[in-house]
Every structure is written in structure tokens, then in C-alpha cells.
């Protein structure tokens, strides 16, 4: 994992995938810059400190303000930002009592984490958000929503400069926070980002009670959405069934990912971690677990498959006397025999699945 105050920290949210429905993804970002400013030494910074202060210190009476800011460069492209939240842990709260508002400011320009000082801050612009702090707050999170500045970053890159928090500067109104500094991540300045992806998981076989799925997806570093399908084959169904992940970029020409097999009654899990717009997940099984025909007869052994998305496949014989195309799955019963017949993804390997018999009657 790289290191969380130059990348982001990823988290998972499970859905269940139905036809067309965007994916929603939360993506954590630690800050990349603190520090805060103080006019109490208005030349010094304090940009590799534990803590950070906002407010007025009365004892001195200066005041203190803290500044932030967050890479947002691995999110993905052509996403949609449905709320963003900046969580901060407070650790202490000067002045007991009535409420104070904690305010968020957006900066107009740089600020270096090492230099930044009361004197060389850049400036600033007071924004609608805003939390209030009281005295249930110290030792814990608190959260201040900021969808709109966030979404104006994400079109905008450039004017991401940062934010500085403020407080009511004319009363006792310290509070003290952790920093990226401090020993503990769990308490570092922390970005949270819920999204949606335009990568659609589409499901276009139809449900004839055989299988049942759940899609649990989520982003890794790297920008890949990995999706894991878990899926249940029904206990009644004749034979094994073959479930086959299918991705696309057009929704029109079909590539196949991953396959896994299924018995009757099994329950299974199988990941996908290429990123692509669209992907499917095809079932294929077996109607009845043998074909019957007369010696002479040219069958084809797909009327025995349930394929929906006629997703492509590979025909295999275990009787050499009584062989299949396999390409086609078109046999002729030469002989009085019996053949069991495998059936894979024809573009995957064979270790994934499903047969059953063809019998050659006199």
C-alpha cells in the first residue's frame, strides 16, 4: 500500500447490481499539506506539529487558524460526486458552553506546509460550509460537509489550493486537532468522497430459478474496479452450471473475463479486477442432465444449453468414437455409445466446467 499522505485510502461499499446501475464507490483522502498560522508569531510556521489550532487564545490574545489541503488526482475521470465530507478529529475544546461555528474558507492561492507563516498566508474566501462544535466533540470526529468545493475541484483541478478553518476570533474559542502528523492515521485530516462510476454492470440472462448473485465492488489503488460476484446455483438444477463474466466498451462486442463452476446447491465467489465500461454475467447451464438420440442422427447439443447471451463456448467428447465439434457442439452418433459432454468458455481455460451425457440408441 503506498503511503496514505501521498495517495489515497480506499474503502468498499457493497451493492446489489441490477440492470444499468451505477456503481457507488467511497474514495478517503488523507491531507496532503497542514498547518496552521498564528499572529502570535506571525514569521514562524508550524507545518510539522501533532496538533493544529483554530480560534482565539485569550491568555495571549492571538488567534490561530488552520490550513488544508487534499490530491485529488486519483479519482477517477467522468465521475459523479455525491457528497463530500471533511473529518477532523478534535482533541480540545477550550471553552465549554455555547456552541461555536466552525467555518470552512476557500483558498485563492498556494500555501507550501514548511513555509506558510501569519505573514506569507495566501487568501482566503469564507464558503456556506460550516459545523457547529460543542461540548460532546473533544476526543472525536467531527464532520463538516463540502460537496459543492469539492465538485468545483474535481472540474477545476487548478483551483484547488486548499481550505483554512475558522472560528469566532473574538472570545475564548480555541480548539485543538490532529494532524498528518500525529503518530495514529485514524486520526489524520481525512477527505471522504462518495461517487458514482460510469462503469454498468449489466445482467441479461434471464433469472429461471436456477442462479441468484450478489456484486460487492470497490476501487483499488491504481484506479481498478474490481467487482466480486457471489453466486448461488440452484440444489434442484440436473447438472453443473458455468457462470461467465463478460466485459465490454461499447455494449456491443463481448469479451470474456473469468468463469467459474458451479454443483447444484454450491455457493461461490468469483473476482474481476480489469476495468471496463460495461460487464455482464452470463449463466450457462444444462436443460436435463443427458441427450437421447438414434445412431445416424445429427444432433446439435446446444438445444440441451440454457446460453441466453450466446456467450461463445468450447465442446469436448470423452468418448473418441462418438467426438463433437468444438467449435459448434454439432455431433453425428456413428455408433451405439454414450459420450459425456464438457463444456467450457471457449476463450478461458477448461478447469471451470459443466457436462452431461448424449446417448447413442440402436
Partial sequence: MRNPRTSGILYNVEKLVQKGKVIGLIH??????????????????????????????????????????????????????????????LTTRYQAGVPQQLDIYRLTAAFEETA???????????????????????????????????KGW??????????????????????????????ESA????????????????????VIGDFSYLSTSFVLEGHTLETAYTITYDSAAPTAGLAIVEQSQDDDTWAQSTSIS????????????????????????????????TVGSTIDVNTNIDNSNETALRYESSNTILPINPDTGVMTLAVADTTTIIITAKYLDNFNYFSFEVIAAP
Wanted: proline share 6%; glycine share 4%.
Fill in 262 to 293: 458451479l454443483d447444484p446447491g454450491e455457493t461461490r465467489t468469483m473476482n474481476v479486477s480489469t476495468p471496463m465500461v460495461y460487464e455482464r454475467l452470463s449463466f450457462v447451464n444444462a436443460a436435463s442432465a443427458a441427450m437421447t438420440d
Fill in 28 to 89: 478517503t483522502f488523507y491531507a496532503a499539506a497542514d498547518a496552521y498560522i498564528t499572529n502570535l508569531t506571525p514569521t514562524a510556521n508550524n507545518g510539522k506539529t501533532g496538533a493544529m489550532y483554530t480560534g482565539l487564545d485569550p491568555y495571549s490574545s492571538s488567534i490561530y487558524r488552520n490550513l488544508l489541503r487534499f490530491d485529488l488526482s486519483m479519482l477517477e475521470p467522468n465521475i459523479t460526486i455525491q457528497k463530500a465530507v471533511l473529518r477532523l478529529y
Fill in 187 to 206: 486520526m489524520w485530516p481525512m477527505l471522504i468522497v462518495e461517487y458514482s462510476l460510469t462503469h454498468t454492470v449489466i445482467y441479461t440472462s434471464p
Fill in 154 to 183: 474535481y472540474i477545476t483541478p487548478a483551483d484547488n489550493y486548499g481550505i483554512m478553518l475558522q472560528t469566532t476570533e473574538l472570545t475564548n474559542s480555541l480548539l485543538a486537532f490532529r494532524t498528518r502528523e500525529y503518530a
Fill in 116 to 150: 506558510v507563516t501569519w505573514d506569507n498566508a495566501p487568501g482566503s474566501v469564507l464558503t456556506p460550509d460550516y459545523t457547529l462544535v460543542d461540548d460532546n466533540n473533544p476526543n472525536g470526529y467531527i464532520d463538516i460537509t463540502m460537496t459543492d468545493l469539492v
